[in-house]
């Protein structure tokens, strides 16, 4: 099964200086996210979203505008020939310590069991080091895109602290997508 679980902010759109977007009006897509999520959808892989919503339980927004922020995502994924499978949140800030928090893998399980999935089996993109430590918490393959939080990074060299062993840069989405498409899939476990 090829699942390719993407962080939102960061990574399909764009940030504001907050880091994140509390509103429909202010999402608007990473260059090329959308026609890579095309790109993957085409090669028949599920694309799922887990992502951090803490402005939920801090009161910045509400469930309804958290919908209309997706419903416009959908919108603009669709006129470019993409599709969301799934989006999975965590509504809590951070002194909750609930487990769904990334960098708490709950989402990640989450996404697992509903798709059938093991660990090994999913593929983590993300701009933020927490969705890549929670990716790393299941035993995922993880792919850090330099945009949003990770934006200047550099896509060579050592890896930035905090950031799991075996992480793969790259530039954006669009550069992953083309990668990652370029694979042969990895050998089934033994039994």
């Known amino acids: 099964m090829k699942i390719a679980i993407l962080d939102r902010d960061g990574t399909l759109n764009q940030i504001g200086e907050e880091g994140f977007i ?39 927004f509400d469930v309804t505008e958290l919908n209309a922020i997706h419903a416009r995502m959908h919108r603009e994924l669709a006129a470019a ?11 809590h800030p951070p002194d909750e310590e609930c487990s769904c928090r990334k960098p ?9 069991e509903r798709f059938g999935a093991e660990g090994h089996q999913l593929r983590v993109i993300g701009s933020c080091v927490a969705h890549l430590q929670a990716g790393a918490a299941v035993g995922a393959r993880l792919f850090l895109v330099c945009t949003g939080a990770s934006a200047g990074l550099p896509v060579d060299g050592d890896l930035p602290a905090g950031l799991p062993p ?12 083309d990668a990652l498409l370029g694979e042969t899939p990895p050998p089934a476990p033994r039994p």
Do not use: M
């Open 166 to 177: 075996g992480t793969r840069r790259f530039p954006d989405l669009a550069a992953l997508v």
């Open 22 to 60: 509390a509103s429909a009006e202010a999402w608007k897509a990473q260059p090329g996210a959308l026609e890579a999520v095309a790109q993957l959808n085409r090669a028949g892989w599920h694309v799922v979203v887990a992502t951090n919503q803490p402005g939920l339980g801090r009161g910045l």
């Open 81 to 91: 020939g993409a599709r969301i499978d799934a989006i999975f949140y965590c509504p």
């Open 104 to 112: 708490g893998p709950a989402l990640f399980a989450q996404i697992a």
